[in-house]
């Protein structure tokens, strides 16, 4: 915002001496020409816009192809370049409002890493100390993230929107003490009125009920739907509120999290937010295709951790206090990570782990995403895995539901299929599914997509899980998906029109500002 200040008042000091310039010239010549007044200075004041806005993108010291996309926006619409500059182009991954979260993150982590020494003292059994890519990611993830692994969980694994709002519902129904709710997208429907509903009885019985709901994500529902919970005795607030959607430059930093916590005892972590849609009753995508975990275990206590992290950021209130963190009675043998990735983290956390993943993979990679916006580090560890013999499968919507993106991320196919990469559009309904699964070794759930807004901009949570029997649950299910798919050649793919070749460049083009 400083920068945007800055701006404005340069070009405010620098129209006044071109006004008074002006006036001072026209008095002498005596000679009026308004017109031609007022276009000499709009000349200026536009040459000055781009010639500063251009300084401060290379002064961002960013990827080199974004900065030379900036630019050209810059120099061919200098206007319009100008605006959403502002709104989408500068990098607030550091600026003040998430250094600020950082730091009360960290003293929040400090204290409550203290309840978890007695979980994460252990170290690697002999299996996981075998297996190079498990360790590398654990060593990785507690070193950028302090993603401690936890040991003893119980999940189960959803593929269907329905199937897990279904099992949601019930869990809510029953809750005694305590429901923790973070979603991006929450919809005014059906849906959305019966989640409303069962936490407002929920409410009445006594339980305490926690919501943080993106406010661009969720931006259709009315406020007396919050209304109506906050009056029950519930607690809503929208995480970084955008009140002008189309003038705040916070638009662009979401938390595209979907977490919840139940009675610190039920966790939940994956792709499904919640309405019709995700429930399969869309007219135009049918079955939602999706993938998302129940956690019983110590793993909810890290759910908790970030949860309430958020909750400070957004209410300004700790809850760090022992009854939100009960110790975890489950012997079932289940290692897991909980990683997550934002504009207020140090490192591009979940783009480190699937470039792990793709580049320590020895037989097979297979990816499901719904937009595949890549970064060159992704692109080049695809095409470098895949020409060493890495069977490598991806799998995307046939149907888009963001046109731009659905564009963008087919531009990446003839590059891919070239090197032999195999892509999959999946035919029955959406698939929404973020899922990458390496070698029958590991697996990663969670929100991010295969692309740069989810690598780079949006807050972020995933799961990765370290054992057999779950790995080898979303290989079946996901060698069931390809049956509802179609295979993508390259000869055929070549055929497509001139027009979306076309469609397809741009969007590329504008992919690094996406």
Known sequence: MKRILWILLSLIVLSVPIVIFYYSKLSILKQVNFYNIINEIFNYVSVFIIVSIIFLVIRENS?????????????????????????????????????????????????????????????????????PL?????????????????????????????????????????????????????LYDETGFLLKELLIDRLKAGVEIRIIYDSVGS???????????????????????????????????????????????IGYIGGVNIGNKYMGMSKKFGNWRDSHLKIEGEAVLLLQKIFLLDWSFVSNKSLFIDKYFITHSTNDYLPM?????????DWEN???????????????????????????????????????????????????????????????????????????????????????????????????????????QNFEINALIYDLKPVLEVKK?????????HLIYEEDFKKRSFYLKILESLARLFSPIL
């Not at 120099?75 to 100008?82: A, D, K």
């Not at 531009?411 to 390496?438: D, P, R």
């Open 350 to 456: 979940i783009l480190q782990v699937y470039f792990t993943m793709i580049s320590s993979a020895q037989k097979y990679i297979y990816i499901q995403t719904p937009y595949m916006v890549l970064d060159e580090s992704i692109l080049m560890a695809l095409k470098t895995a895949s020409l060493s013999g890495i069977d490598i499968k991806i799998m995307l919507p046939e149907k888009p539901d963001h046109r731009l993106v659905y564009y963008g991320s087919r531009s990446y196919y003839s590059e891919l299929i070239s090197c032999g990469v195999k892509i999959y559009e999946y035919t029955k309904g959406f698939i929404h599914s973020k899922m990458i699964l390496v070698d029958d070794q590991i697996v990663s759930i969670g929100t991010a997509n295969m692309d740069l807004r989810s690598f780079k």
């Open 63 to 131: 990827n080199p192809i974004k900065t030379i996309a900036w630019i050209q926006i810059l120099i061919f619409l200098p206007i319009v370049g100008f605006i959403l500059y502002i709104f989408f182009g500068i990098n607030y991954r550091k600026r003040k409002i998430f250094k600020m979260k950082s730091r009360t993150d960290e003293i929040s982590i400090d204290s409550f890493l203290q309840t978890l020494i007695p979980y994460h003292n252990k170290r690697l059994t002999l299996k996981e100390q075998k297996d």
């Open 219 to 265: 931006w259709r529902i009315r406020h007396h739907y919050w209304e109506e919970i906050i009056k029950a005795g519930g607690e809503c607030y929208p995480f970084l509120p955008v009140y002008f959607p189309f003038l705040s430059s916070k638009l662009n930093y979401r938390d595209h999290r979907k977490i919840v916590i139940i009675d610190n005892q």
């Open 477 to 485: 299910n996901y060698l069931n998906d390809l049956e509802d798919s």
């Open 337 to 345: 990570q909980i990683v997550t990735s934002g504009p207020d983290s």
């Open 134 to 186: 498990s360790s590398r990611l654990i060593t990785l993830m507690q070193h950028n993230d302090k993603a401690f692994l936890s040991w003893h969980n119980k999940i189960d694994i959803f593929f269907s929107g329905k199937d897990k709002i279904n099992q949601l519902f019930l869990d809510i129904s029953r809750a005694k003490e305590s429901i923790h709710l973070e979603y991006f997208s929450i």
